[in-house]
Structures are given as C-alpha cells and as structure tokens.
Nanobody, 122 residues
Framework: QVQLVESGGGLVQAGGSLRLSCAASGRTFRSYTMGWFRQAPGAEREFVAAITWSGGTTYYADSVRGRFSISRDNAETTVVLQMNNLKPEDTAVYYC???????????????WGQGTQVTVSS
C-alpha cells in the first residue's frame, strides 16, 4: 500500500517555473515506478513523466521533454517534477502515481494522489 500527497502547484506566468513534490508513505515505495500525469478541464488524463524505482531511467511525454524533469529520493520517499518554461497549455491538475511496471499507461498505475492545480497564464 502506498499513499501519495502532491504539493507545489499554483499560478505562474508563461515562461516561469514550478516544482511539484509528491510525498509517499508505505514501506514498499522504492519498489514502484513513479509517474506524473495531468488532466485539463474536459480532457482525458495524460501521461507526463515517469521514473523507475532506482531512478536510473526516466521517460517523458513529447510535449514536456526538454522542459520538465522528474527525480526521486528513495530515502526521503519523495518524487519531484521540475517544470520550466511553462506554457498556458500546461495548465491542468497534476497527479502523482505509482506502478509496479515501467509504463506510461494510466490504467497500469495502482495508486494515485489527490492532485495539485497548475495554472499558467499567458
């Protein structure tokens, strides 16, 4: 069992940066691939980034590659999404999630946080 709590969302102007954090609890945290997803109003939830349990491999959606960076600290049981050069189309609720597989598929993630709102103004 893994519990996830996101923080760090907010309002930022286009071109700015935000740092999202996901605090995880549960003794098996380091066994999971951790992912970030987002969902804009009226849209489906979409994959943003993922990182393997060891932190050695990362994967990004094309729309954020080169601007976003995912990292994890297994000792502190946190996952961070650093978002730079934000665009209005990045506006969404961002979710942290955990999966036993290395995947970008939403349905393969077993545990989810409650989400944090990111709003990018033009």
């Amino acid at each position: 069992q893994v519990q996830l709590v996101e923080s760090g969302g907010g309002l930022v102007q286009a071109g700015g940066s935000l740092r999202l954090s996901c605090a995880a609890s549960g003794r098996t945290f380091r066994s999971y691939t951790m992912g970030w997803f987002r969902q804009a109003p009226g849209a489906e939830r979409e994959f943003v980034a993922a990182i393997t349990w060891s932190g050695g491999t990362t994967y990004y959606a094309d729309s954020v590659r080169g601007r976003f960076s995912i990292s994890r600290d297994n000792a502190e049981t946190t996952v961070v999404l650093q978002m730079n050069n934000l665009k209005p189309e990045d506006t969404a609720v961002y979710y942290c999630a955990a999966s036993l597989g290395y995947t970008a598929r939403t349905y393969e993630y077993d545990y989810w946080g409650q989400g944090t709102q990111v709003t990018v103004s033009s």
